[in-house]
């Protein structure tokens, strides 16, 4: 059911390219509320030795030190990291947490952002098209440029400043590129439909802009977006180098205070609230107690045609109610960030 009372959250539209560079700590610590959030839902896969690694700059950000009095076994049960997490990760998450001691909160999160900055995934807008003889292909917006992506592996990287021009004509997308030998090539790619296309073409022409264009030439954006190919598009956002050049802006502010929000938390991994799954074998008589499964917290929105819609499911392409293609997406995700 839709209707009131309705529930909003604040997400990031831009990814820094360095998150640990923000200057203001509530900046950072509503970038690492995201970023765990991308990580918990798979948005932004991860090794299991990198995920133990950032559960245990969370549980050191919401609990602090380990206290062997307070922090019982089964502790990091009580939180969720990952989709599917297992006890295996959850052992090592507490093994990485005993030696965080001293850490406050806001070191924990800035060590956490600096971890995952490194992640492939991280800050990568996904978005479907086809190319040649229809073969699929993943073109991924960044801070730093356009990534594509064919047949499960990575074949192009461009970047911002050696993009000259965007462009779309119907379901035709066009991404023109300056090589080293100073010639202009052209990729063209189709979109599913006239309306994923030009979200496409907005979301690419937001990203340059944001991140590349240069302070003396935000005062005519509508000259730089015409050269870059756009139509009827108004940039509504101050870019990364105006935030930051900003003499009215004077970062951190003074007299700040972050209130911290808790995570939900789970029963503990314990034989009352587990499922218990006796093991064959040489072991045979033993418990092996599995934590009950989190609730995902998102709704499946019903306009499949609106393009934030869309854009939000091909953020994703590793879910598992993500959307169908030639290519089966899991193992697409699981060839590039295999260890």
Not at 46 to 61: D, E, F, K
């Amino acid at each position: 059911n839709t209707g009131p009372p309705y529930t909003l959250y604040f997400g990031i539209k831009f990814y820094a390219e360095d998150p640990c560079k923000l200057k203001e700590e509530i900046t950072r610590y509503q970038f690492f509320l995201q970023v765990k959030q991308d990580v918990l839902q798979g948005r932004l896969p991860c090794p299991v030795n990198t995920a133990a690694q950032l559960g245990a700059y969370v549980i050191q950000s919401e609990l602090g030190d380990y206290d062997p009095y307070k922090h019982t076994a089964g502790y990091v049960s009580e939180y969720r990291f990952v989709p599917d997490q297992k006890e295996e990760l959850e052992d090592a998450i507490e093994r990485i947490h005993k030696t965080l001691m001293g850490q406050v909160p806001a070191e924990a999160e800035v060590n956490y952002l600096g971890v995952a900055k490194s992640l492939e995934m991280y800050g990568v807008d996904l978005h479907p098209v086809y190319g040649e003889n229809k073969s699929e292909y993943f073109l991924g917006l960044t801070p730093i440029g356009v990534v594509v992506y064919k047949n499960k592996k990575q074949v192009g990287k461009y970047f911002w400043p050696r993009i000259t021009k965007v462009h779309f004509k119907e379901t035709q997308f066009e991404l023109r590129v300056l090589g080293k030998d100073c010639n202009e090539t052209s990729f063209f790619f189709e979109a599913r439909n006239k309306i994923t296309c030009k979200h496409l073409w907005k979301c690419c022409v937001e990203h340059h802009t944001f991140f590349r264009v240069p302070e003396n030439e935000s005062n005519s954006l509508s000259r730089k977006f015409s050269k870059f190919g756009s139509i009827g598009y108004k940039h509504r956002y101050r870019t990364s180098l105006q935030m930051t050049r900003d003499p009215s802006v004077q970062l951190p502010r003074p007299d700040q205070r972050i209130e911290r929000s808790r995570s939900k938390t789970y029963p503990k991994r314990t034989q009352q609230t587990g499922n218990q799954i006796t093991t064959n074998g040489e072991n045979e008589g033993t418990t092996k107690i599995i934590a009950p499964s989190p609730v995902k917290s998102f709704k499946k929105m019903k306009n499949e045609n609106n393009p934030e819609t869309q854009r939000s499911k091909t953020s994703a392409p590793w879910e598992e109610n993500g959307p169908q293609s030639t290519i089966p997406l899991h193992k697409f995700v699981d060839h590039i960030f295999a260890p």
